[in-house]
T-cell receptor, first 111, second 109 residues
Framework: DGGITQSPKYLFRKEGQNVTLSCEQN?????MYWYRQDPGQGLRLIYY???????QKGDIAEGYSVSREKKESFPLTVTSAQKNPTAFYLCASRRDNSPLHFGNGTRLTVT | LAKTTQPISMDSYEGQEVNITCSHN???????ITWYQQFPSQGPRFIIQGYKTKVTNEVASLFIPADRKSSTLSLPRVSLSDTAVYYC??????????FGTGTRLLVSP
């Protein structure tokens, strides 16, 4: 089955450590997205990528970094510079103007 | 980019029809309107997408007036399992896709 895989589902880190969240898709989609969701809140755009080796900042990019070396993969690194990293992180992809397909998310807890 | 505005929450009872309206005053000519459903701790799931007039699928209908500055998602005969957050999104040709705050629907017995 085609889809988007986010791993791990739960992730725990100590404050001050960088952590990388994985997002892989086998839908042959060009565009990929990372969103952050805090409890009871909507989705906020962190980064997005239209094609390989290109990505753009979203509304809350500070403290995050991404790479897009392969079409299928769009990993997100939460750096120690991110002041409040504990959140639910969602990855999505789409082709052209089709609707977004979302993964099941990674819940990151930093203590 | 077209900003969307939705009611924060709505309450309904099982078997009723629910209509959730979204305003998007700055929608561009080539933009589509897309609705998603999200359950806790899951990624949003696509419900329906439309450009103008009316679109219907097996789970919902989408009504878009001629000026396209708003849209209404209609859920017929809701059940308890329809309790979720519903987002409307202006699906723009630009790649930056920004969600609004969503509408939290609570369906009671």
């Amino acid at each position: 089955d085609g889809g988007i895989t986010q791993s791990p589902k739960y992730l725990f880190r100590k404050e001050g450590q960088n952590v990388t969240l994985s997002c892989e898709q086998n839908l042959n989609h060009d565009a990929m997205y990372w969103y952050r969701q805090d409890p009871g809140q909507g989705l906020r755009l962190i980064y997005y990528s239209q094609i390989v080796n290109d990505f753009q900042k979203g509304d809350i990019a500070e403290g995050y970094s991404v790479s897009r070396e392969k079409k299928e993969s769009f990993p997100l690194t939460v750096t120690s510079a991110q002041k409040n990293p504990t959140a639910f992180y969602l990855c999505a992809s789409r082709r052209d103007n089709s609707p977004l397909h979302f993964g099941n998310g990674t819940r990151l807890t930093v203590t | 980019l077209a900003k969307t505005t939705q009611p924060i929450s709505m309450d309904s009872y099982e078997g009723q029809e629910v209509n959730i309206t979204c305003s998007h005053n700055n929608i561009a000519t080539n933009d589509y309107i897309t609705w998603y459903q999200q359950f806790p701790s899951q990624g949003p799931r696509f419900i329906i997408q439309g450009y103008k007039t009316k679109v219907t699928n097996e789970v919902a209908s989408l009504f878009i007036p001629a000026d396209r500055k708003s849209s209404t998602l209609s859920l017929p005969r809701v059940s308890l399992s329809d309790t979720a957050v519903y987002y409307c999104l202006v699906n723009t040709g630009f790649q930056k896709l920004v969600f609004g705050t969503g509408t939290r629907l609570l369906v009671s017995p």
